[in-house]
């Protein structure tokens, strides 16, 4: 089997560690910023970065409402810290006006921004993560939380009592950013989500 075209969207925010990761992992990477290149891949990754200026970009690119009927299509999609926020039914505190961020709608929750404070309130944890034998290594950058999750979406993660990872069918998301800490574990389960092997 050829390994999986996994685009990361490359508007803004941390991409190159993602596409190591991806490519340890045994997919091929390409850069998503284009229409005809989102309509080119198996799978998206959304990386952390600035939910406001990525969902800016994604208006003004006309990538918001194709990447949202994609992903109601079925296309497996993985989002860590700004892409988890994307991926959401509903987003709080997601600013207002044209810097707002906008959800995609990929999986049914409920979403805080910055819910574990601001920059100098980064943090790292050790985390049980469902599925997976030892704990993941998790870095918190301005990360969010999960308030709430729909009947299916399955909670893999937690910190300090919040949902920090969840999965519904074929999409996956993070609050954390696995991309900086060489652990490739969570970056093979969305490759093996997307082959059809988890």
């Known amino acids: 089997m050829s390994a999986p075209r996994v685009g990361v969207l490359a508007l803004q925010g941390d991409t190159r560690e993602h596409f190591a990761a991806l490519r340890d992992a045994g997919a091929d990477p ?3 910023r284009r ?23 994604l208006r003004e690119l006309d990538l918001l409402e194709p990447l949202r009927a994609r992903l109601a299509d079925g296309l497996p999609a993985y ?3 700004a892409g988890m926020i994307l991926l959401a039914s509903e987003i709080l505190d ?3 006006g044209e810097r707002a961020a906008l959800p995609l709608a990929g999986i049914d929750m409920t979403v805080r921004r910055n819910a574990f404070g601001r920059q100098v309130d980064s943090f790292e944890d050790d985390l049980k993560f469902d599925g997976l034998e030892d704990p993941v290594h998790a870095v918190f ?3 969010p939380w999960v308030e709430r999750v729909g009947a299916d979406v399955q909670p893999l993660a937690r910190a300090a009592d919040h949902v920090v990872a969840v999965r519904q069918g074929s999409v996956l998301a993070t609050a954390f950013h696995p991309e900086v800490t060489g652990d490739r574990r969570i970056h093979r389960l969305f490759v093996d989500i997307v082959t059809g092997r988890a």
Do not use: F, K, N
């Not at 229409?35 to 970009?57: F, N």
């Open 30 to 32: 390409v850069s998503v």
């Open 35 to 57: 229409r005809g290149e989102l309509d080119a891949v198996d799978a998206l990754v959304i990386p952390g970065g600035e939910s406001t200026t990525m969902s800016h970009l």
């Open 79 to 81: 989002g860590a810290c």
């Open 94 to 96: 997601a600013g207002e």
């Open 141 to 143: 950058i301005r990360a």
